[in-house]
């Protein structure tokens, strides 16, 4: 299972990290996102890979660690806020620039 | 405390002549001029304590994990140095009262003045490392204001930024010998560090921490080869050279060595270093005074040469060496502050000061002519003066050192020809301005000055000439104690005029002799040094600094080059190169512990995870569908976190998945539908087998991780999430109450996000695609007739379930993060089924305030506890029970939670509700008028 968790995690990690070597903002915003969620799957699994454990305190048997959790519930929603914030910089850099390359440059191969 | 009052008072009255301004010109002089007075008077009155042998100190606790106190000391060498920081400063302020023409902003330059003497008073004070460096900058800085005070002249300009280049860079190296030294000594107290002298001598990093100290003393002090930028600095005006490069910023490196003495002196590193560096910098000052035709320029080189001198005596480093390094101190202040207050006088009444233009001042300003030669003569060294006795004791301390081995015969020869260098070039200057005939008419008629700006330089005169006469009268009781100061210990001496017919007094009569030769000779020397073509100090500097710049930029485009993409590649690359080091330090990939078996589920979860980002990325180009694969990732990310026990992170990833979906999909609209095929194969194939490289490290950097044993301080939580935060949800627990600063923080960025957002969209140029990316045209069905229907239904369903997450959040998975997105959606929802201008109606509010109002519940809670005593978000709970609902818990976490809830429905909102109004005229827009600039398409709406 271990194995297979790492292997997932490194298949996101690598596909986000292609799609941010990208040239136009668009992938690379998709890439970010993708980015993001191998990222909050490598943390939340820095507590173990646990089966039935929710961290409710009131609950009797062996617990997942909840601090990687709170961690990771905080991680993805200042993600989503990164996600927005980038995708309008994106918006507003094409219509700045008028392309949307991520360098704000004018079409060179076409 | 008193010592915290003479350390406070000159920064405190840096607000006097702020505040006063340009009020009446005499009464902001004499306000300013009362601080220091008080400053003066409070160190003269902790004199008999100094003379009963106490070292005063005071000190405060400042940041004592990193070593800093607030410590300040008042020891003979610190009062030998604020008599002539106060005293002087005070002299300064009178002499700038005249000196400054009405019309400049004498307010503003009072003030500077008294944050400089402030900072001065600072360094002399400081009984710690680190406090000392911070007035040690607080002068840099505070000169460079003062230096370059007449910001119109470029030469000012120039002048102030290359003494604070070449005096900062010099900060920065002290910095790092303070360090070194504070580690030596095991601690940063001055006074642990003082008594360590033989532990610090003898530690291995001794001469790298001495070399770094000394080029920090060496800038400050102009020493050779740093000796440049002080010349420059003469474009400030003539108080401030005055005062700068007579009594204070050119001696804090001087000082620096002397308070320092007993710990890093004594080595024979030491004695070389600093005595062929001192003896280089006088030599070389005095050379050049030779020449200079400004009046400023010989004092500033004579300078030079003078605190050469003083180098020289400290390198030597003998009890009697250091009395002498402390006399001059004393003697070369009184003479050099009143010859550069006398050239100021000329400068300002004859309208220049050059010697080309002056000549037979004597007869116009007899005054000023007697007080400028009898101040030249005291730094020529003629008997009867103290800058003789300073400077004999020089000679002789020369003659008896045994530096240099067999060639210490080198340093007394080298000191009599810098002795014959400082008669011709006093002899010159005196001479040049006031006796010999004009060879042309100065700018203006010259006259004498009003008397009150020519007091300042008549009490310095008198101070030269009785030290000269009664040394042990006058200077013995104050040398005592600083040499005391110094040394550690107390050492008899005594000073007077006649010491019988020795040596020294030989190279004094040689010096005066051969001094006036040499003047006589004067115009043979100058055409010899003509035929050398000089180097200009400020040329070579500003070029080095462009050339700095120009190799600056140069690695800059190497690195970035403008392409983001190039960028992207080197930073991931240099990530995969730390991993691989990293990885390679690991034995043993598989830890101890063991696979957990592998079931169906996990398999097709793994399958669709891998599936779904191999084809977002594969889909790239088509960015809809690669949108649609994302979606995937997504869902089996959060369906992940159910499986391993993460309820709160399940529900979470879910509702932040459809708000990222929608806001992706609305973005999308207003950008290109695909992606042109732009990359070549090779740079295809490269970023591939980067990106696969650093997803290899992080599955193997991950995959260790898991088979390992690991230590977590979560059983902290576990055990007190009930008794200490009330819930039995330990996630929620843990984000309201053991972590809610880092919440608190969290929900700032996400509402300044939001804030960003709505800035960014205002007045943006859309461009609105007429189709899809195959062409066809956006169905004219305005808002499907189902989803209208059920979105309204849905709504108050949502909001019921959003309210019961919430509540039931500190101890079932739920809470205000996950019911603020909930009702995000709900509310979205709305407006995706029945259009902006429907839900405008109904929702006509701004959601800023709802997002700036929950960071402000969640902060006042947070502050709330200090009212009953406890720390910041200290959180308190006690159960209510309700009729028909039942026993529930009231926790100020609640109310923590509830400003989670509405900052992140407002920024959520802020977010999506803005963006998808960009269409409409509800856009953000900050003026109404741009509407008809750009005027949207009527039938667009948002989706």
């Not at chain 1, 191998?38 to 699994?45: C, D, H, I, K």
């Not at chain 2, 400028?372 to 002789?396: D, I």
């Not at chain 2, 097709?604 to 995870?609: K, T």
Request: charged content about 10%; some cysteine.
């Amino acid at each position: 299972m271990e194995m297979l968790y790492a292997i997932t995690t490194g298949v996101l990690t690598a596909c986000g990290l292609y799609l941010t070597l990208r040239g136009r903002t668009f992938p690379v915003v998709v890439g970010l996102t993708l980015l993001s969620y191998a990222v909050n799957l490598f943390l939340f699994s820095m507590g173990g890979l646990t089966t039935d454990g929710a961290a409710l305190a009131n609950r009797d048997g062996h617990f997942a660690d909840p601090l990687p959790q709170a961690l990771v519930l905080t991680a993805i929603v200042i993600g989503f806020a990164m996600t927005a914030f980038v995708v309008i910089l994106a918006m507003r850099a094409r219509s700045e620039a008028g392309n949307d390359h991520v360098d704000g440059k004018k079409e060179i191969r076409e | 405390m008193i010592l915290l009052w003479i350390a406070l008072l000159p920064l405190l009255g840096v607000v006097v002549p702020a505040l006063l301004g340009q009020r009446e010109r005499a009464l902001c002089t004499c306000l300013t001029a009362i601080v220091p007075a008080i400053a003066l008077l409070l160190t003269l009155s902790q004199v008999p304590a100094l003379l009963d042998g106490e070292t005063l100190r005071f000190s405060a606790a400042w940041l004592p994990e990193l070593g800093l106190e607030l410590a300040l000391r008042l020891d003979g060498l610190t009062l030998l140095f604020n008599l002539l920081i106060l005293g002087i400063g005070l002299l300064i302020l009178l002499y700038a009262h005249f000196y400054l023409s009405p019309e400049e902003p004498y307010g503003r330059f009072y003030a500077y003045l008294l944050l400089f003497m402030a900072s001065m008073v600072g360094i002399a004070m400081s009984d710690n490392l680190i406090l000392l460096w911070l007035f040690w900058e607080l002068t840099s800085l505070s000169s460079f204001l003062l230096i370059g005070f007449w910001s119109h002249l470029s030469e000012a300009r120039k002048g102030a930024r290359m003494a604070l280049t070449v005096t900062g860079a010099g900060g920065l190296a002290l910095l790092a010998g303070f360090l070194l030294l504070g580690d030596i000594a095991g601690s940063f107290d001055l006074n642990v560090v003082l008594a360590s002298g033989d532990a610090i001598l003898a530690d291995p990093r001794y001469p790298v921490m001495l070399v770094l100290v000394l080029l920090g003393a060496f800038t400050k002090s102009a020493q050779f080869p740093f000796q440049f930028w002080l010349p420059h600095a003469m474009a400030a005006p003539t108080p401030v050279s005055a005062y700068l490069h007579s009594a204070t910023m050119v001696k804090a490196g001087i000082f620096l060595m002397a308070r320092l003495h007993p710990a890093i002196a004594g080595s024979e590193l030491w004695t070389v270093i600093v005595s062929l560096v001192g003896t280089a910098t006088l030599l070389y000052g005095a050379w050049f005074a030779l020449f200079k035709t400004d009046l400023k320029g010989i004092l500033a080189f004579s300078t030079v040469s003078h605190l050469g001198l003083i180098t020289v005596l400290l390198g030597i480093g003998s009890p009697m060496a250091v009395v002498a390094a402390l006399f001059h101190i004393l003697n070369h202040a009184t003479f050099k502050a009143a010859l550069f207050m006398s050239a100021g006088i000329i400068d300002h009444e004859t309208g220049t000061r050059e010697l080309k233009q002056l000549g037979g001042l004597k007869k116009t300003m007899p005054v000023t002519a007697l007080l400028t030669t009898l101040a030249a003569a005291a730094m020529a060294g003629v008997p009867l003066f103290n800058g003789f006795l300073s400077k004999e004791m020089f000679f002789t301390e020369t003659v008896a050192t045994p530096v240099l081995g067999g060639l210490s015969w080198l340093l007394p020869a080298l000191a009599t020809l810098g002795g014959i260098l400082s008669v011709a070039y006093s002899l010159r200057l005196v001479y040049a301005v006031f006796y010999k005939p004009a060879r042309k008419a100065p700018p203006k008629t010259p006259h004498e000055p009003p008397h009150l700006m020519r007091l300042p330089v008549e009490i310095l005169v008198v101070l030269c000439v009785v030290v000269g006469i009664l040394p042990g009268l006058m200077a013995t009781g104050l040398l005592d104690l600083a040499t005391q100061a110094v040394l550690g210990e107390s050492f008899d001496f005594y000073l007077s005029i006649w010491h019988g017919v020795n040596l020294p007094l030989m190279m004094s009569i040689a010096a005066l002799v051969f001094g006036t030769v040499m003047y006589w000779r004067h115009s043979d020397l100058r055409q010899f040094t003509q035929t050398f073509v000089g180097v200009d100090a400020r040329r070579t500097f500003e070029r080095a600094i462009v050339v700095l710049g120009y190799w600056a930029e140069r690695c800059v485009a190497v690195v970035e080059g403008n392409s983001l993409q190039r960028y992207m590649g080197l930073l991931l690359f240099s990530a995969f190169v730390m991993g691989v080091i990293g990885l390679a330090q690991i034995t043993d990939l598989t830890g101890t512990l063991g696979n957990q078996p592998v079931d169906a589920m996990a398999l097709l979860g793994a399958g669709m995870l891998i599936f779904g980002g191999l084809a977002t990325a594969a889909t790239h180009r088509y960015r809809l569908i690669s949108l649609l694969m994302l979606s995937v990732v997504g869902l089996f990310v959060a369906l992940t976190f159910a499986r391993f026990s993460a309820p709160d992170l399940a529900l979470t990833q879910l509702s932040v998945e459809v708000v990222t979906m929608i806001l992706l999909m609305l973005a999308l609209f207003f950008l290109p539908q695909k992606t042109p095929q732009e990359s070549s194969p090779l740079r295809n194939v490269r970023d591939i087998l980067l990106a696969s490289a650093l997803g290899l490290v992080v599955a193997s950097l991950n995959y260790a991780v898991l088979t390992r044993e690991t230590l977590s301080i979560s059983d902290f939580f576990i055990e007190n999430s009930k008794p200490g935060g009330g819930g039995y949800n330990v996630v929620n627990v843990i984000l309201v109450d053991f972590r809610g600063f880092d919440t608190l923080g969290e929900i700032t960025v996400l509402a300044l996000a939001g804030l960003a957002i709505f800035k960014l969209l205002n007045r943006l140029r859309l461009f609105i695609p007429h189709s899809d990316g195959e062409g066809r045209v956006w169905s004219p069905d305005r808002y499907p007739a189902i989803l209208t229907s059920i979105s309204m239904a849905l709504l108050p369903l949502a909001l019921l379930v959003s309210a019961f997450i919430f509540l039931r959040g500190h101890n079932l998975p739920g809470g205000g993060f996950i019911a603020g997105l909930i009702t995000a959606v709900a509310l979205i929802l709305l407006y995706m089924a029945r259009g902006v201008e429907w839900a405008q109606d109904r929702l006509n509010f701004p959601f800023q305030p709802v997002a700036v109002v929950g960071v402000a519940i969640a902060t006042l809670t947070g502050l709330g506890s200090w009212l009953f005593g406890y720390p910041f978000l200290t959180s308190a709970f006690s159960y209510v029970t309700l009729p028909l609902i039942g026993t529930f818990e009231l926790a100020s976490a609640l109310l923590f939670d509830l400003g989670v809830y509405l900052a992140v429905v407002g920024a959520t909102l802020m977010i999506l509700a803005n963006l998808g109004k960009v269409t409409t005229p509800h856009r953000p827009m900050l003026e109404p008028s741009e509407k008809e600039a750009d005027t949207p398409k009527p039938n667009k709406e948002a989706r």
